[in-house]
């Protein structure tokens, strides 16, 4: 009943700019931590940054300094600000959220996938 959808990944030169967006629909009662994660080719699966209901912040050492994680808790959307994008950010990204539809059972939730992609 908790969908995540994506929005704003593409291509990109290196040193430009990306804004990745992410809104949770459904039945949501409540929606814990929020973050963005990416996995490149034969690479694990990382996560980039994650965001509390609080707004309490972590980031990967990778991109501290160049990507912002924030979230517009009235409309269910995390978003992830990209700058100074260099060529090993290339990677599928990915939104997940931890949510409960009734304030006790709660479950965790992976948008599909958006692609960056940045040019050298």
């Known amino acids: 009943q908790v969908q995540l959808v994506e929005s704003g990944g593409g291509l990109v030169q290196a040193g430009g700019s990306l804004r990745l967006s992410c809104a949770a629909s459904?039945?949501?009662?409540?929606?814990?931590?929020m973050g963005w994660y990416r996995q490149a080719p034969g690479k694990q699966r990382e996560l980039v940054a994650l965001?509390?209901?609080?707004?309490?912040?972590n980031y990967a050492d990778s991109v501290k300094g160049r990507f912002t994680i924030s979230r517009d808790n009235a409309k269910n959307t995390v978003y992830l600000q990209m700058n100074s994008l260099k060529p090993e950010d290339t990677a599928v990204y990915y939104c997940?959220?931890?949510?409960?539809?009734?304030?006790?059972?709660?479950?965790?939730?992976w948008g599909q996938g958006t692609q960056v992609t940045v040019s050298s």
């Open positions: 459904g039945s949501i009662f409540s929606i814990n931590d």
């Open positions: 997940n959220a931890r949510a409960s539809r009734n304030g006790r059972s709660w479950a965790t939730y």
């Open positions: 965001i509390t209901s609080g707004g309490s912040t």
